[in-house]
Nanobody
């Protein structure tokens, strides 16, 4: 079993940047496909990005392409989400997730979730 803890959220103005981190413990991160999701108030949780076990493959939601970058450092057991050119509509709780299967990440059904970190963007 793997435990996930997100950090790096905060309140920023539109156009700003943040780097979210997701620290894993319990198992080696290299055994898992990782993803980031977000949930805005009153909305369903949505897929943001995924990265393969060794970082060779990534994918993004259309709404964040070109602004968000997912990366990982397996030696540090950490996954990152660099968020640039923030918009008010990016305001949400951001969650990291892990699974051994890519499809379960991209379909929003991962085995493991973190507790989330809040990102608030003001105009």
């Amino acid at each position: 079993q793997v435990q996930l803890v997100e950090s790096g959220g905060g309140s920023v103005q539109a156009g700003g940047s943040l780097r979210l981190s997701c620290a894993a413990s319990g198992r080696a991160l290299s055994g898992y496909v990782m993803g980031w999701f977000r949930q805005a108030p009153g909305k369903e949780r949505e897929f943001v990005a995924h990265i393969s076990r060794y970082g060779g493959t990534t994918s993004y939601a259309d709404s964040v392409k070109g602004r968000f970058t997912i990366s990982r450092d397996n030696a540090k057991n950490t996954v990152y989400l660099q968020i640039n050119s923030l918009k008010p509509e990016d305001t949400a709780a951001y969650y990291c997730a892990a699974d051994t299967q890519t499809a379960r990440i991209t379909m929003g059904m991962p085995s493991y979730w973190g507790r989330g970190t809040q990102v608030t963007v003001s105009s």
